[in-house]
Nanobody, 131 residues
Framework: QVQLVESGGGSVQAGGSLRLSCVVSGYKYSQYLMGWFRQAPGKEREGVAAIDSDGLTTYEDSAQGRFTISHDNAKYTLYLEMNSLKPEDTAIYYC?????????????????????????WGQGTQVTVSS
């Protein structure tokens, strides 16, 4: 079965950087919609960034300019490079995937739809940013 396994979370000081990885196994896909979501205590899960198999990317406003989402097709791995981290970035970060995406759905649309656009989820990795 399809599995998504995240890694790379940790604790950093404000202004620091982290790189999250998400390895996808169990299915050799070529088309995809993938995203990173985060959930802070007491808050709803929110989209951070998304990417589609055409290479188009989109970001939530607070992530724009600081975070970079990418996908290595050969390694079936999704990444999120996070720079200039802020305490408000503290959350559990989840990777998510739709491996048979609707032909009409782009990364922008997927992030706008939110969690319902993605059928596969990782277990999450904690990111803590201290001031």
């Amino acid at each position: 079965q399809v599995q998504l396994v995240e890694s790379g979370g940790g604790s950093v000081q404000a202004g620091g950087s982290l790189r999250l990885s998400c390895v996808v196994s169990g299915y050799k896909y070529s088309q995809y919609l993938m995203g990173w979501f985060r959930q802070a205590p007491g808050k709803e899960r929110e989209g951070v960034a998304a990417i589609d198999s055409d290479g188009l990317t989109t970001y939530e406003d607070s992530a724009q300019g600081r975070f970079t989402i990418s996908h290595d097709n050969a390694k079936y791995t999704l990444y999120l490079e996070m720079n200039s981290l802020k305490p408000e970035d503290t959350a559990i970060y989840y990777c998510a995937a739709d491996l048979i995406p609707p032909i009409y759905r782009t990364a922008i649309q997927a992030l706008r739809v939110g969690p319902a656009a993605f059928g596969y989820w990782g277990q999450g990795t904690q990111v803590t940013v201290s001031s």
